[in-house]
């Protein structure tokens, strides 16, 4: 397994080791004993799965708000997702950077967020199947969105007429939510 470090602390690439032949691969996609060996000390405590039939199918940018925000590992299963981390957090030295990365089925890499970013994806192909562990529960009142757009963060999607939600077309821009994260 590698570790793959980006230009924000705690933002990371995990690069799973699969093993493979004649009929096909293997690998562990989570191993508490392993990410805690690389620093990913994450008590996930959620499975979540998203299906996107559409390419071009925009979600984000999303987050939870204390004291439900939620750090995520995310996988693409199927099909290829373009996947952005911004963070978000007050008084960071990388605030308002994003990162992003693409997720595959043939890459198989997965993409650890911390608490305290923003998070979304856009599809590169159709049947898109996301699945993602958290470390806090679903909570429908610290349920975010940000304008996928805002030009403060600045993220350049690499689509120009996304596939969008109407709670994703309606997001507000970050200095007009209530999302308050300290670094």
């Known amino acids: 397994m590698n570790l793959v470090k980006t230009d924000i602390d705690g933002l990371v690439i995990i690069e799973p080791d699969v093993?493979?032949?004649?009929?096909?691969?293997?690998?562990?996609?989570?191993?508490?004993?392993?990410?805690?060996?690389?620093?990913?000390?994450?008590?996930?405590?959620?499975?979540?799965?998203?299906?996107?039939?559409?390419?071009?199918?925009?979600?984000g940018l999303h987050c939870q708000t204390e004291p439900m925000a939620q750090a995520k590992l995310l996988t693409c299963t199927r099909g290829?997702?373009?996947?952005?981390?911004?963070?978000?957090?007050?008084?960071?030295?990388?605030?308002?950077?994003?990162?992003?990365?693409?997720?595959?089925?043939?890459?198989?890499?997965?993409?650890?967020?911390?608490?305290?970013?923003?998070?979304?994806?856009?599809?590169?192909?159709?049947?898109?199947?996301?699945?993602?562990?958290?470390?806090?529960?679903?909570?429908?009142e610290n349920d975010r969105s940000v304008c996928y757009r805002d030009e403060s963060i600045g993220v350049e999607w690499p689509c120009d007429e996304p596939v969008l939600s109407n709670k994703d077309s309606s997001a507000p821009l970050l200095k007009d939510s209530d999302i308050h994260f300290i670094y």
């Open 19 to 59: 093993f493979g032949d004649n009929r096909g691969w293997f690998y562990e996609s989570y191993s508490k004993k392993k990410y805690a060996e690389l620093g990913i000390n994450a008590d996930f405590v959620q499975d979540n799965r998203s299906y996107s039939a559409v390419k071009g199918t925009l979600r």
């Open 80 to 140: 290829s997702i373009f996947d952005v981390a911004v963070d978000i957090r007050e008084g960071s030295p990388t605030y308002l950077k994003w990162v992003s990365v693409i997720l595959s089925e043939e890459n198989k890499k997965q993409f650890f967020i911390p608490r305290g970013f923003l998070h979304g994806f856009v599809t590169l192909t159709p049947d898109v199947e996301v699945l993602y562990k958290t470390d806090n529960y679903y909570s429908p």
